[in-house]
């Protein structure tokens, strides 16, 4: 028997979260929760309380399911089109919390002669987390590494001064971060904020500091030397910052070592 994803993007996340399984359940740290509730929960279609795959999975309030998809099949299996005479669909649901993984179910499939649909009377739980006490100590210890963040982050920013006088002509010296781009009636325009090595906060938009593949690329993060002119002094959460245009890059270095 052959098995295929039903796309790229279910093995990737399939072969993470078992990760976590294999770990008893947790993720392995503070950032990983972190990024799992920005990205994953956020793009979930099932967030609690819900219940998902032919109501035989339940999702409670702050929880949120994750299901990944593949096709098991003989030699005549269209994996192009998911289809053929002897195709079956398989499904892992993983049932997510802010400690990890609460617990792993295996779905099946009806077949019909033009397609299938989740059969809820052949799910089986395969997981379930057990470890209450580690449960709570690491939801304490991940509770004070964000407020020692959180501090340290605040301190940070109430830091930031302005610099200089609108229209002036300084030179900024620090690590440009991609934050985001738009499109405009110019182009694509790219916004970057610079920690300068100062201690204060400058924002860039425009294209002038940034490189065409920059944007697919290692190089959202790079240290930079450049001359700018001082367009405006802003706030933004508790941060003063310096709004710069018209660079004239002097160095441009990836952090990775090489060129940007």
Not at 84 to 103: L, P, Q, S, T, Y
């Amino acid at each position: 028997m052959n098995f295929k994803w039903m796309t790229e993007q279910d093995g990737d996340l399939f072969r993470s979260v078992k990760g976590l399984v294999n770990n008893g359940g947790f993720f392995k740290s503070s950032g990983q929760a972190a990024f799992f509730e920005k990205r994953i929960k956020y793009n979930s279609n099932h967030v609690g309380p819900i219940s998902c795959w032919d109501n035989s999975v339940e999702v409670a309030e702050g929880q949120y399911a994750v299901i990944c998809e593949g096709l098991i099949g003989s030699s005549d299996v269209n994996y192009v089109n998911s289809w053929g005479r002897h195709a079956r669909r398989k499904a892992w649901i993983f049932v997510m919390d802010n400690m990890g993984v609460v617990a792993m179910f295996i779905g099946r499939c009806k077949h019909f002669s033009d397609g299938s649909a989740p059969n809820g009377e052949k799910t089986v739980r395969e997981f379930v987390r057990t470890d209450d006490a580690r449960a709570q100590e690491l939801s304490k210890l991940w509770a004070d590494e964000r407020a020692a963040k959180a501090k340290i982050l605040g301190d940070k920013r109430a830091a930031s001064e302005h610099v200089g006088e609108v229209g002036e002509r300084i030179v900024v010296e620090g690590v440009a971060r991609l934050i985001t781009s738009f499109d405009n009636a110019y182009g694509t325009s790219y916004m970057y904020m610079i920690d300068g090595e100062d201690g204060n906060a400058y924002k860039f938009i425009g294209k002038g500091i940034h490189t065409a593949d920059n944007i697919n690329g290692a190089h959202k993060t790079f240290k930079l030397k450049a001359k700018f002119t001082v367009k405006d002094h802003s706030e933004y959460n508790g941060q003063k910052q310096t709004v710069v245009n018209r660079p004239k890059v002097l160095e441009k270095e990836s952090l990775l070592g090489a060129a940007a």
